[in-house]
């Protein structure tokens, strides 16, 4: 009688520790079925109690913030549905501490396309990329060879929440961004794509070159969804021109470089401003 109660008492906890484990009952009753093993006389004394079968994943595993981007991103098949599937997007910490998803400006669909590096305070607060001090040069150099967001010009960045104190994204960040100004390009299919400052070349073209050789070139930008090459040209962003504007010369002869091959593609410009 006490061994039956013993052996209740014990039957009791091994279930409740098999569902803890997460053994659902019609397993455990499965296992308390099957016929107990034989022991050999001499090791049957001190019985450890058997282990619970280990449990088949049920869900696939985690995928990451990258992969989630691309797979969101990828699935737009409009720049008014990647702006919705980026507003949806939370596998990048920059959300937590922006005040808001900073996308576009300008013109969908047009010939020139400008990508930047992330927004500022600015941009924050407005919401649209290039409307701080930089921004202005930005819009002023532009409109010195014809080309502007009212008119011919689509702006976005590879980041598309403010860091901290503006401080550089970081390569995680970085990660998770990247799939949608990737899908951004390809959707608004430029005809020349201008990377505006290093760290956007370096990003979109997948190069480790400085700024300094990469300006004012005709490149292609590698992007595997497009079937056509696409023409890309690096300058110095209107930042880094506000702390040294002995070099806007350089970017003068960028913007001369620019329009060249743009009236060359047939890409119709502005007056100018
Ligand atoms: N600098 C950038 O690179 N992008 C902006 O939107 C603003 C400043």
């Known amino acids: 009688m006490v061994a039956e109660v013993d052996n209740e008492r014990a039957l009791r906890a091994l279930l409740g520790w098999w569902a803890e484990a997460g053994v659902d009952s019609a397993e455990a009753a499965a296992i ?15 019985k450890a109690p058997p282990k619970p079968p280990v449990r088949k994943a049920s869900k696939p595993p985690p995928s990451s913030a990258p992969e ?3 797979r969101a991103a990828d699935a737009a098949g409009t720049l008014v549905e990647l ?15 922006a005040r808001q998803t900073v996308f576009s400006d300008g013109v969908e669909g047009a010939p020139v396309m400008v990508v930047g590096e992330a927004p500022g305070r600015d941009e924050d607060a407005e919401g649209r990329p290039f409307v701080g001090r930089s921004g202005q040069l930005l819009d002023r150099m532009l409109g010195s060879v014809g080309f502007s967001r009212s008119d011919n010009t689509f702006i976005s960045n590879v ?5 901290p104190g503006n401080r550089p994204p970081t390569q995680g960040e ?11 390009v390809v ?7 201008i990377l505006s ?22 490149l292609t930008c590698p992007l595997p969804a497009l079937t056509e090459p696409l023409h890309a040209m690096v300058m110095l962003h209107p930042a880094y021109l506000l702390r040294r504007p002995q070099d806007k010369r350089l970017a003068w002869a960028d913007l001369l470089a620019l329009a060249d091959w743009a009236d060359e593609l047939g890409i119709q410009r502005g007056t100018g401003l």
């Open 32 to 46: 308390l079925a099957a016929p107990a093993m034989q022991e050999p006389a001499a090791r049957a004394a001190p």
């Open 159 to 163: 980041i598309f929440w403010r860091p």
């Open 68 to 70: 989630d981007a691309r």
């Open 187 to 193: 959707l608004a299919k430029p005809r020349i794509l």
């Open 197 to 218: 400052g290093g760290f956007a070349a370096q990003t979109l073209l997948k190069r480790d070159d400085g700024v300094m050789r990469l300006r004012g070139k005709r």
């Open 83 to 97: 702006r919705a599937a980026l507003e949806a997007f939370q596998g990048c910490a920059l959300k937590g501490t």
């Open 174 to 184: 970085i990660a998770a961004c990247l799939p949608f100004i990737e899908r951004a």
